[in-house]
């Protein structure tokens, strides 16, 4: 998760379990196959960079848990291959010490159910699962749709440095489509749609 730690008070025991453990049970009642599948063939065109320590395309990094301190950038490049209706949501989880860390994730709908994709810690559940077991707070939230608008206009008309990449200029507005993420892309698209993109996570 990402290092930014906000006192949250006092909480019971049980909402404070290891992160580890909450992780544990949501893996047990992950997303069935046919989900999952759908996840990753909808990432099959994005390749990610991470400054020079790590590189690889989406779902391999996922798989390693590459992506752990990434929330932010992982579900700002992800969410625009997903249907137009959903949403990164970002917020608030409680861990094991009681405090608030700061994520960002990807809400869904599949076949009439809803479902969250948590790529920097690896699982896909029910949205009543992961909601049930990290007792998330929103404070802000985007669609696929605009996300998806801005990184085709950045696309076409962003300034590119020397070896090609765009930098899409992070925001404080928690609203936005690139809140607190710092990244850099290239890619392709036609006719509206996003076919390949690469994204570089820079350092925070």
Request: with cysteine; hydrophobic share 35%; charged share 25%.
């Amino acid at each position: 998760m990402d290092n930014q730690i906000i006192n949250a008070g006092y909480y019971s025991y049980d909402k404070c379990i290891e992160v580890e453990d909450k992780l544990k049970y949501l893996r047990t009642v992950r997303a069935n196959l046919l989900v999952r599948t759908y996840i990753k063939s909808l990432l099959g065109g994005l390749y990610i960079k991470i400054v020079d320590e790590k590189r690889g395309y989406a779902n391999e990094m996922i798989k390693d848990n590459s992506l752990t301190d990434y929330s932010y950038e992982a579900t700002s490049s992800m969410i625009s291959f997903f249907n137009e209706d959903s949403e990164i949501i970002r917020g608030f989880l409680i861990d094991d010490n009681c405090h608030k860390l700061a994520h960002s994730w990807i809400k869904f709908k599949l076949h009439g159910r809803t479902y969250v994709f948590d790529p920097s810690l690896n699982i896909t559940v029910s949205k009543e699962n992961y909601e049930g077991i990290f007792l998330p707070e929103s404070f802000g939230n985007v669609n696929a749709k605009q996300v998806k608008n801005d990184l085709l206009k950045i696309l076409a008309t962003g300034e590119r440095n020397d070896d090609g990449w765009i930098l899409t200029n992070g925001t404080n507005d928690v609203n936005s489509s690139f809140y607190n993420a710092n990244i850099q892309i290239k890619g392709e698209e036609i006719g509206g749609k996003i076919l390949t993109l690469s994204a570089k996570y820079n350092h925070k």
